[in-house]
């Protein structure tokens, strides 16, 4: 039998390849998901999407369906429990606003952004029961499927009404309130995730009742890094009382960036959960915790290990599963 020699330096890197260290495991992405509620004056749709096309992101934005309606229209949405045409956050300011608006959401969603509920009126539900949820659902699906139609707008494009009717897949909760009666009617609405949450910190998602759940995380904010909720409201409160105040120095901005920008290094050096950030498409503080959005967006998102996704790419990342979306029409 003849012996096989191998030359000396493949002998030497194969010992030497029998005890090198097993190689790190490469570091998973760090996600960041940026939302906006509301989603309506146009000045902020372009705003934003001109943000997402210079970092590479993707944002979901929560509709408040009562945008799409004008004072003459208003009294096709019935909140629960009460008269026809309340909203807690007005409407449309004109059939212009509206076609406007319908074009940004249109636009926004082939850019690959996610276009989610926040139901109609804005109206605290925490005392609904899951038959006025759902409702307040069917009203948002109707009320965007046939927005071109109920305001005599022309141009309503091929996909409109199948997207309306089964491509909104994510929640969130106006005022973050939520109960058993929303989760139920959630769940037997078809939706793939709720964002109405919030945590102690940036928390792992979950998947609970069928439904991918994200919470808004307290990030420590300000000299005394008090724990907030990472949401450009809860900083407005916090820095002027809720009333608005001209950011002449910058020092509402620069609060805000320095919490967004430990919040998001602590994870990206560290377990890297990721980090989820709210805000209104409302400019308070003089456009304060925009700026300090875009400053951030501009330096986290085009770095090569990070992912700045929508809450429909996060829940599709973790959760995989075959899509699923709220299905029916009115």
């Known amino acids: ?77 019935q909140p629960p429990g009460m008269k026809p045409g309340r909203s807690n956050v007005g409407f449309a300011e004109s059939r212009d606003d509206v076609a406007a608006r319908l074009s940004e959401i249109w636009a926004a969603r082939g850019e690959g952004h996610d276009i989610g509920s926040h139901a109609c009126g804005h109206f605290d539900g925490k005392d609904w029961s899951a038959a006025d949820w759902t409702a307040e659902f069917d009203a948002f699906r109707r009320i965007l499927r046939d927005a071109w139609t109920i305001n005599g707008i ?35 609405n078809g939706f793939r995730y709720d964002a109405s949450g919030v945590s102690r910190g940036p928390v792992e998602p979950v998947e609970r009742g069928g439904l991918a759940r994200f919470s808004l995380p307290l990030i420590p904010e300000g000299p005394k890094a008090r724990p907030i909720i990472a949401m450009d409201y809860n900083l407005y409160v ?28 602590k994870e ?23 700026r300090a959005l875009e400053r ?12 700045c996704v929508s809450y429909a790419e996060l829940a599709d990342a ?12 009115d």
């Open 318 to 329: 973790i959760f995989p599963r075959a899509t699923s979306a709220v299905g029916g029409a």
């Open 1 to 77: 039998m003849k012996t096989l020699r191998l030359p000396l330096a493949v002998l030497a890197g194969v010992a030497a390849t029998a005890h090198a260290p097993a190689a790190e495991p490469a570091a998973p992405p760090q996600y960041v998901v940026i939302s906006f509620d509301g989603a309506g004056p146009i000045g902020q749709w372009e705003r934003s999407r001109a943000l997402a096309r210079e970092t590479g992101a993707h944002f979901t934005y929560f509709l408040s369906c009562v945008y799409l309606l004008t004072p003459q229209t208003k009294t096709l949405y």
């Open 296 to 307: 951030f967006a501009r330096e986290t998102c085009g770095k090569p290990d990070v992912r």
């Open 154 to 188: 022309d141009g309503e494009p091929e996909g409109w009404r199948a997207f309306a009717t089964s491509g909104v897949a994510g929640f969130r909760a106006p005022y973050l309130s939520t109960g058993k009666a929303l989760d139920a009617a959630l769940a037997a």
């Open 238 to 265: 916090r820095h002027s009382g809720g009333v608005e105040e001209p950011d002449s120095e910058g020092a509402f901005e620069q609060r805000a960036y320095a919490a967004f920008r430990d919040a998001f290094d």
């Open 268 to 290: 990206y050096g560290g377990g890297r959960t990721p980090l989820q950030l709210g805000f209104h498409f409302t400019l308070m503080n003089d456009a304060a915790y925009w």
